[in-house]
């Protein structure tokens, strides 16, 4: 009885921890940009970590115009949800996390799609750029977003502001 009692103890012991150490993890993150490199500021968020089934969570989301022209200038155009090299991101500003559940998750997930399958054009720099994209993202997850007009073209400014709107993460690095 005694080894059988110290096997179901290592056994639970095992499958609790692997529950409590399951979690995803929402980095996120803007871009300074250079025109001298061709890249626009720029916000978007990394998933990764663990759901509790064990599935394995690595991705990025960005939202973008498909193209870069000059149409972005004057009113809405074909848009993409776009996903970050991965030796890209370390060189990117991470300015908080929030840890999911795997509802969020799945939440976030949907919106994501939501915003990629979105029919006509969806990108307009003044109302529904990246910073509308990862606000939306902050939003599903209990966050305080605002949008000030001098923020809207700085992702960097912007996702320090919304920091300072959630006194829960405030304690994170503001780049």
Known sequence: MGRFLK??????????SHAAFAEVQMHFHSVNGSVMFGRYPHAFVVLEGTLRDGTRINENYGFSAEKTTPAILNGPVKHAVISEEANFIPKTNRHFTLTLTDAQYRRIKQEVVAWRDAPGKYYDLETRNCIHFVGRMAQLVGLKVE????????PKKWLNHVSSLNPRIRTASLN
């Open 147 to 154: 949008y000030p007009d001098k923020m809207l073209r700085r």
């Open 7 to 16: 096997l179901f103890v290592a056994v639970f012991a095992l499958a609790w």
